[in-house]
């Protein structure tokens, strides 16, 4: 193992097998229909919250919706963890499974973990040539609290 830098916990090898390069175009018209200034959708209260109330009330939901509101072009999503453990996997997937209540064609998902709490910056949308409708999306700060530990 020596000075190896692990990719994750039992990671032997500490190199890939090769780049992301063949998904590139796919990040790439994301971020140039991001560009447009009238890209990021209006009333996510009206659009979104509604899908993520439902999910979050449903029987056996880790998440509960505490708040959310628009500040500025993100919409901001508080939620508190209520299941057994909050691990770093078990809150990421539980994070996922909600946003794929309100993930559009394209999404990007990154994780931020701080002191009792993760944080998931998301983009979702519609591309050009990829919709019947005018491209659109969201910008959404899911914020999971949750006991440290």
Do not use: Y
């Not at 990040?27 to 209260?45: C, F, N, Y």
């Not at 919706?65 to 508190?80: I, K, N, P, T």
Request: charged share 25%; with cysteine; glycine share 12%.
């Amino acid at each position: 193992m020596g000075n190896m830098r692990r990719r994750w916990d039992t990671d032997e090898r500490g190199t890939g097998i090769g780049s992301g390069e063949p998904f590139l175009p796919n990040i790439a018209k994301l971020g140039d229909a991001m560009r447009d200034p009238s890209w990021v959708t209006e009333d996510p209260e009206l659009h979104l919250l509604p899908h993520l109330e439902k999910a979050c009330s449903e029987p056996g939901s880790p998440l509960r919706l505490v708040s959310a509101r628009s500040a500025g072009l993100v919409f901001v999503v508080e939620l508190e963890w209520t299941g057994e453990r909050a691990g770093a996997g078990a809150v990421r997937a539980a994070a996922v499974a909600l946003l794929g209540r309100v993930a559009e064609e394209a999404t990007h998902i990154h994780q931020r973990r701080g002191e009792g709490f993760t944080d998931f910056e998301v983009v979702t949308g519609s591309v050009p040539s990829e919709t019947a409708f005018e491209p659109h999306g969201h910008l959404i700060r899911l914020r999971v609290k949750h006991a440290v530990g």
